[in-house]
């Protein structure tokens, strides 16, 4: 009966251990990722200054130079160049970065 119950005490153990090291994971990949509601945010502003963008980094490598933010929706973003009024319809997520860097 004793070794039932020290097994069961490990076996719980074991288990708050593993819920421990996944919460301690999802901690960090949340810290590690920008927020997409702060980047649809500065979206946002960025429409209403109406000022170009100097370089908007998207997930698959692709750049968009000198585009200004038209549109925001819930998860998508259309930015038309001004040169020649080509406009990209663009995933939220799929913007890794923007701005000068």
């Known amino acids: 009966m004793d070794l039932e119950k020290q097994v069961d005490r490990e076996e719980n153990q074991d288990d708050l251990h593993f819920i421990l090291l996944l919460l301690i ?3 960090r990949q949340s810290s590690s990722e920008g927020n997409p509601s702060d980047l649809r945010r500065q979206l946002v502003f960025a429409k209403e200054l109406g000022v170009p963008v100097s370089k908007v980094n998207l997930i698959n490598g692709d750049t968009l130079q000198n585009v200004i933010v038209k549109e925001v929706l819930t ?9 020649n009024n080509t406009r990209s319809h663009v995933s939220l997520s799929s913007v890794v970065s923007w701005g000068a860097f």
């Open 25 to 27: 994971l999802l901690i």
């Open 75 to 83: 998860d998508l973003v259309i930015f038309q160049n001004p040169l």
